[in-house]
T-cell receptor, first 112, second 112 residues
């Protein structure tokens, strides 16, 4: 079974630039999550989708972050404009009927 | 107060040692509990679920104390390959909105 795919794996941008991350969940997984993991901390949930609908985006900084999952399969997370404090690993995870969440390899973002 | 608190460590132990990690959570209505393992620069992966009666998986034993809102992980006969960050994870709320809240992790290094 293929795992959660994410791209790009690494991205370096300057502050105030825009960036987008892509995630393709495990086939058949209805629930998709985006997390932000800052160095030395645990992952923090940004947004949760159930199929193509948003379940929870209460921790998403909506002035600069946006996410979509238009067809209920893959998803994109965008940051516009980026700030220095956005430097982190952005993890995508998906979940099927069971409780376990499966994480992708993440995108490591460096904002300079 | 953080929702999930862990001793960040680091814990440096010799091979063969027994080591225990503790975690407390603030939401008394939390439903499910897990330990995830995260290797350096990798994504988190489920290590084991934590059941009310306590559970064991080989060298790993997890325990839950709902009254004290406390979770523990015991690793016996430590191996070099156990070196990783161990994340305490709480699952809330129930139903389709189920989400994971992560602690900041406890870093373990097993020394030869």
């Amino acid at each position: 079974e293929a795992g959660v795919a994410q791209s790009p794996r690494y991205k370096i941008i300057e502050k105030r630039q825009s960036v987008a991350f892509w995630c393709n969940p495990i086939s058949g997984h209805a629930t998709l999550y985006w997390y932000q993991q800052i160095l030395g901390q645990g992952p923090k949930l940004l947004i949760q989708f159930q199929n193509n609908g948003v379940v929870d985006d209460s921790q998403l900084p909506k002035d600069r972050f946006s996410a979509e999952r238009l067809k209920g399969v893959d998803s994109t997370l965008k940051i516009q404009p980026a700030k220095l404090e956005d430097s982190a690993v952005y993890l995508c995870a998906s979940r099927g009927a069971a409780q376990e969440q499966y994480f992708g390899p993440g995108t490591r973002l460096t904002v300079t | 107060r953080k929702e999930v608190e862990q001793d960040p460590g680091p814990f440096n132990v010799p091979e063969g040692a027994t080591v225990a990690f503790n975690c407390t959570y603030s939401n008394s209505a939390s439903q499910s509990f897990f330990w995830y393992r995260q290797d350096c620069r990798k994504e988190p992966k489920l290590l084991m679920s934590v059941y009310s009666s306590g559970n064991e998986d080989g060298r790993f034993t997890a325990q839950l104390n709902r009254a004290s809102q406390y979770i523990s992980l015991l690793i016996r006969d430590s191996k070099l390959s156990d070196s990783a960050t161990y994340l305490c994870v709480v699952n809330w709320p129930p139903g389709s909105a189920r989400q994971l809240t992560f602690g900041s992790g406890t870093q373990l290094t097993v020394l030869p």
